[in-house]
């Protein structure tokens, strides 16, 4: 070996010195990451050839080679580097592994060596590029070759505990995706948990969703973060058109690595957004056989090269399979919430046909029951329940005398007694009904009292269903506001005054002023409140 190249502790030039290379690749195995370990290779090939710089290049996962460590050398110079070693994303024949060890070759004022690991088919899991002026001797030749051979099973078994970690990760990635994406029954939620969770996930630049209208049989853009935003929606994609809709037609997932010289790409998109797609990830969304759409992800960021790999790629496939799902069942409970409330409000009409003076209190009374539970922070699910609770409230006085109900007179004890039980009744009504069992608790209680008085009593204060308690001031101010056969409508402030008078004894004082802050702001009147569910 040369003395430049024998530098520190006096080694022999003439032989490898095999029990200095044991130790020296030996103390690689300091750090448990294959960066940490490429460091350290790094340093002692630079020792050994006397080089002026380089760089390991790293196999992660089944193709994706990385710059892991580089010292002395521009970016670019590494990223040539990295095409050469992974041209179009294939190993180059030249830096295989094999049975044959080691490879050692000189490119373009670099001599490179290819590291393996270990088993019986041993293939390359790294490759060491030293910048260095001349040729190696025959001995540094050995040497080097011999350090390449004790080195690449160490760089092998940090990539396969990486490999398993990154492994346990996307498991437990989709585990959480899944519980994120199945977390609401909203479509509008669902499509942009699914594009927010693959960009951060497979770090992209900018990311879109596009289902199949059944109607024209093209992707419609649904969600678009970077990339253009808003203006990508304005377009659709045939499934003859695009990489989107070959991705559709074969229901296959692509990586494409340079979108530029891609004759799919719709270059008409961005010509319009003026966003440049270099690399592309697109994957099919397919349940139970039949195509919902698909997502595409735009530029890899991170990485030197900016292109997708085959991980990024399986990940991708993994959330597709269950936003497919997620979708389908979204779209399954819209449906049949669709006949729920379509079936509440014929029941709700039919008890307004009871009663002329009381035709379309039960609507009234939901729509501002929904926007009392929204300016209260409840949850979707939460005002489902109490706009079903609120169009069905009155649903017991289908047992109720009509006679009794359009008395214009004072009613008796005995009458007022028979009146206070409909909403007893409802709840009876409605017990069958097992996906209305939440319903039936607040149509029960929403004429109890919040100081503990009224029907069916027994619960006083926050015990009684905040649903109930929103239903009861709602109730209460379409009935003041509204004209009755016993009585005119009352005006505003009169409404106001005995909603105030009544606050913390008939209604809770915090929805009381809730309604009278919407009063306030123009939002509620006499015939209803603006908005409604997803508004």
Known sequence: MPRAEAKAKGRPAAAPDYFWLYRAVSRANASSTPEGRARAVLRLGLALTGGDGGAVILLYG???????????????????????VCGAGQVLDTVRGGSGGPSLERWSGFVVVTMEGRGPRRRARGVLAIKRAGRLSGPARATL???????????????????????????????KAGRTINSSLDTETVLTDIISLAERVIEAEAGSLLLV?????????????????????????????GIAGWVARNRHGLIVADAQRDRRLRRDIGERTGFVTRSLLCVPMVSRGRLIGVIELLNKAGRADGRFNPDDLELLEGLAAQAAVALENAGLYRRVQGLYMSTIQSLAEALDAKDPYTRGHSERVADLSDALAKSLGCGEKSRLDIRYAALLHDIGKIGVSETILNKPGSLTEAEMSAVRRHAEIGATILGPVDFLSEVRELVRHHHGWFDGHGQPGGLKSESIPLGARIIAVADAYDAMTSDRVYRRALTIEECRERLLRGAGTQWDPRIVHKLLGLLDQGLAGNRGITGGIGS
Do not use: C, Y
């Open 145 to 175: 070759t011999e350090f390449a051979r004790l080195a690449g099973p160490i760089l092998g078994g940090a990539l396969d505990r990486w490999s398993l970690a990154r492994a346990l990760q996307m498991e437990r990635t989709l585990l």
């Open 213 to 241: 209208n059944r109607e024209t049989g093209r992707l419609e853009f649904r969600v678009a973060h970077g990339g253009g935003g808003e203006a990508v929606k304005s377009f659709s994609v045939g499934l003859d058109e």
């Open 62 to 84: 089944r193709t994706s080679w990385q710059v892991a460590a580089q010292s002395g050398l521009d970016e670019d110079v590494a990223e040539r580097l990295l095409r050469r």
